[in-house]
């Protein structure tokens, strides 16, 4: 390296208030101190003792050769590379070699030098004793300013940081406390370990305490002064980790989470990735594995349709294609600008594939029909809706017109063009259904499986599968209630719900779509799959939960306010209606839902009047036929419950 980097501006420029590092021409400057000082020490000890330690009579040019030699293996192993308040067992490992081929370089140099002059340069006992000395200097000094910056330049601000303690002493622990310990600008200060195993109760890492957690983590971190918990045991079960993150929030604690080591790209990054448990991190279910052979098997080199393409699900839908490595993937929505946000989003990730992006609303068959006779789509995903209930329950004709004549529109061509699958998306409303939404999407299924045997009958083996999906809420799609949360959240509250008792099944929007993927892979046409969405989630308690998790006290801090049901809104949602049942599949997160399938030239009569009365935008008339075609569908809190008597 260039003299001139050392003694660059850079460099030179020191601001002891904002000093951060050591500039490498202190280090080097330092280092060679150490070396000055610890030759003549050396030279003193073995005087004392009426030893030289330099025989030759050339002392000066043995000097120079010494220091010169000594700063060449400094450059070869670059002990002088590291920022010093950094430091570790690696910068030790550097000096030791270093000095160690100092020592035997002058060895080697000694036998040579009496050979040739018949005596010694040096002694060689005075060596040793120089590169030892030598070494614990270099390391000494390192370890000095190491503690000076974690006193003075860290502590000075700890006021500032959050106190918090790990929990974990394994090796992914130790990783994420180094790297929050020097983290900038700092947000934490570490203050002690947790062993759930209860068996270090004596020791200390990193100069810390290990707890013992003999009772409830709350009381453990009152009695350290500790404000928030970082949890980095990759060790801990899914339960065990929700027991811990409910034991801190009810006590108002933070809580922070970390992947484990494996999965870090960058381990520079670690401090990067400790972040504020977020409401997804609570759903009570383990990853989802997928049969990946038999996806890819489906997808890959095929033209894949996505409708939809622009929502929350069927954007997600379009991103999980993409990795198996579809031929074209064609994504057809009516909302200009989020359609031409997913298209811009995706020409990062699409590898080979090539990406249609298609403006069509799938009200217009016509305009669906140019689609599948221009791409001619071997699979179809369909997750175009309307899904809001209060708007559908205030605009019936619309969910028609969209929900179960957009739908026959795209099964009608799906099954003319000869698609391989049809995948529909639905929800757990159609299952007894309470609100037109739920009640449309529910014909919308009933026309799919009965359109599904009809086509059996006229093509045979070779037929359009058409496979329906049904869940339940997704947590951070479009207008659903995380969002909502969030966003009152943000504003201080009130943090409003439609009743205290409400109920619903929650699941990610990426495991929902993972399901979506695995359930079209496996579907051999005709059913109805749904998806174990885990357990049931109180409305209530996931709104004191994501209160508790930004930081507030529900009800103190943050007011819930009770606004009522909203029309077509029930308590409890379902999955099955009364007379349907299960039967498993391979995938143990997914099952059949055995559903009385209609003969299809009565349903298709049906639907095709209930359109046509769609368009004349009667509200009670079109309910009206609705109940008709599907006799569960029973009104809640809503204006057309006079319809039901």
């Known amino acids: 390296m260039k003299s001139s980097k050392y003694f660059s501006r850079d460099n030179l420029r020191i601001n002891i208030h904002n000093l ?25 000890i073995f005087k004392g003792t009426g030893l030289n330690y330099v025989i030759t009579n050339h002392f000066l040019v043995f ?41 035997v370089f002058f060895l080697f140099f000694n036998f040579l030098f009496e050979l040739l002059f018949k005596q010694k340069a040096f002694l060689n006992t005075a060596l040793f004793i120089n590169i030892v000395l030598s070494f614990c200097g270099l390391f000494l000094y390192r370890v000095v ?81 500790a404000e928030g918990l970082v949890i980095a045991d990759k060790s801990l079960s899914k339960e065990e980790k929700l027991i811990i993150i409910d034991q801190c929030l009810e006590y108002n604690y933070r809580v922070y989470t970390i992947p484990s080591v494996s999965d870090w790209e960058n381990q520079k990054e670690i401090s990067q990735k400790v972040k504020n448990i977020q409401i997804e991190d609570l759903l009570e279910r383990e990853p989802i594995v997928l049969d990946g052979v038999s996806i890819s098997r ?28 579809p031929k074209k993937v064609i994504i057809l929505d009516q909302a200009e600008t989020p359609l031409h946000n997913i298209g811009l989003e995706v020409e990062e990730i699409k590898g080979d594939t090539v990406i249609h992006s298609v403006i069509v609303d799938i ?22 809706a309307y899904k809001h209930v209060p708007l559908m329950e205030k605009n019936p004709s619309q969910a028609i017109l969209t929900n ?107 495991e929902a779509c993972q399901l979506v993927l695995e359930a079209g892979s496996m579907g051999n046409g005709g059913e109805i799959y749904i998806f174990d969405m885990g357990k049931p989630v109180k409305i209530i308690d996931l709104a004191k939960k994501m209160i508790k998790l930004a930081g507030f006290s529900p009800d103190r801090d943050i007011k819930i306010k ?41 349903l298709h009569l049906d639907i095709q009047e209930l359109i046509g009365i769609a368009s004349f935008f009667d509200n009670d008339d079109i309910v009206a036929k609705m109940k008709k075609i599907v006799p569960e569908f029973i009104s809640m809190n809503s204006t057309f419950a006079t319809l039901d008597k």
């Open 63 to 103: 000097i120079g050769l010494f220091f010169g030699i000594n700063i060449f293996f400094f450059w070869l192993f670059r002990t002088y590379s590291g920022i010093i308040r950094h430091s570790s067992y690696i910068d030790a490992v550097k000096i030791l070699f270093s000095q160690t081929s100092v020592l």
């Open 562 to 602: 009770v606004v009522g049901l909203r029309p077509g809104e029930k308590l409890y949602e379902e999955l099955l209606n009364d007379t349907s049942k299960t039967l498993p599949t391979y995938h143990e997160k997914i099952m059949i839902a055995e559903e009385l399938q209609l003969e299809y030239e009565d």
């Open 363 to 384: 009200r217009s068959r016509t305009a669906l029909e140019k689609v599948f006779k221009q791409y001619r789509p071997q699979m179809v995903y369909h997750a175009a």
């Open 404 to 510: 179960v004549n957009g739908t026959k529109n795209l099964a009608d061509l799906a099954c003319e063009y000869r698609v391989n699958k049809f995948v529909m998306i639905s929800t757990d409303k159609a299952v007894n259904p309470s609100n037109v939404m739920g009640a449309s999407k529910r014909i919308a299924e009933k026309y799919v499986q009965s359109l599904y045997l009809k086509c059996k009958e006229k093509n045979g083996l070779h037929t359009t599968k058409f496979i329906t999906t049904r869940f339940g809420n997704v947590l951070g799609s479009n207008g659903s209630v995380v969002p909502l949360f969030t966003k009152q959240i943000a504003e201080g509250g009130p943090v409003t719900i439609t009743h205290p008792d409400i109920i619903r099944y929650f699941m990610t929007i990426p």
């Open 145 to 225: 300013v190491k503690q000076t910056f974690e006193l003075y330049f860290i502590e000075k601000s700890d006021h500032k940081l959050i106190k918090a303690i790990i929990y974990g002493t394994d090796a992914n622990a130790i990783s994420v406390a180094n790297a929050l310990k020097f983290e900038s600008p700092s947000r934490f200060k570490i203050v002690a370990f947790v062993d759930k195993n209860n068996q270090n109760a004596s020791k200390r890492m990193l100069d810390l305490p290990i707890l013992v957690q003999r009772k409830k983590l709350p009381a453990l971190m009152r009695s350290v002064g």
């Open 20 to 44: 951060s590092y050591l500039p490498r021409w202190i280090i080097v400057l330092i280092d060679i101190s150490v070396l000055v000082v610890s030759f003549f020490l050396t030279r003193l």
């Open 298 to 325: 489906q997808l890959m080199g095929k033209t894949i349709l996505i409708t939809g393409a622009a929502g929350s699900i069927g954007s997600e839908i379009v991103r999980q294609v993409l990795t198996f490595s």
